[in-house]
């Protein structure tokens, strides 16, 4: 629902890290899950644990607006 809600704002992609264990170590990813935001490959935002919806979306918000 979100990747429709953020159509060409966000681009949403998962990654099983036990398959790109360096892309984990690259990142930092001890815990999942975990939801990384970047801009320009700069983490904006980290959030470690489930979410609502609402929750995500309100993430989301902060973490794209704080870089504008």
Do not use: W
Not at 7 to 18: A, C, M, P, R, S
Not at 36 to 60: C, P, Q, T, W, Y
């Amino acid at each position: 629902e979100l990747s429709d809600e953020y159509e060409g704002k966000v681009l949403f992609t998962k990654v099983d890290v036990d398959s790109n264990k360096d892309l984990a170590l690259e990142y930092g990813v001890k815990q999942i899950p975990l939801i990384l935001i970047l801009i320009d490959g700069e983490i904006v935002g980290r959030r470690l644990g489930m979410a609502n919806k609402k929750e995500l979306s309100e993430f989301i918000n902060k973490s794209i607006n704080k870089e504008q």
